[in-house]
Nanobody, 125 residues
């Protein structure tokens, strides 16, 4: 089993930046993919970014390309999401996720991911 704990969410002004962190513990050797999803009130959970932990290849939703960067410190088992040029449309609860799948996560759907954190709130206003 894998435990994920997010941190770093905050209230920020439009145009500002935030860095989210996700600390992973437990059976982390089983993880092949990790990602960030977000869910705004009244909307479905949507994929923001994903990373294949074996080679560091990254994938982004079009809405965040060029603004967000996903990265992972493999030694510390921490996943990051650097968010720049934030807009009110980025306001949501952000969730860290992980899975053992080596395929399918590039589409940023929820199905390849088995483990989820409780989320951290990002508000842009």
């Amino acid at each position: 089993h894998v435990q994920l704990v997010e941190s770093g969410g905050d209230l920020v002004q439009p145009g500002g930046s935030l860095r989210l962190s996700c600390s992973a513990s437990g059976n982390t050797n089983s993880i092949n993919c990790m990602g960030w999803f977000r869910q705004a009130p009244g909307k479905e959970r949507e994929g923001v970014a994903a990373i294949y932990t074996r080679n560091g290849r990254t994938y982004y939703d079009d809405s965040v390309k060029g603004r967000f960067t996903i990265s992972k410190d493999n030694r510390k088992n921490i996943l990051y999401l650097q968010m720049n040029s934030l807009t009110p449309g980025d306001t949501a609860m952000y969730y860290c996720t992980a899975g053992s799948s080596a395929a399918g996560f590039q589409a940023l759907s929820t199905s390849p991911f088995s483990y989820w954190g409780r989320g951290t709130q990002v508000t842009v206003s």
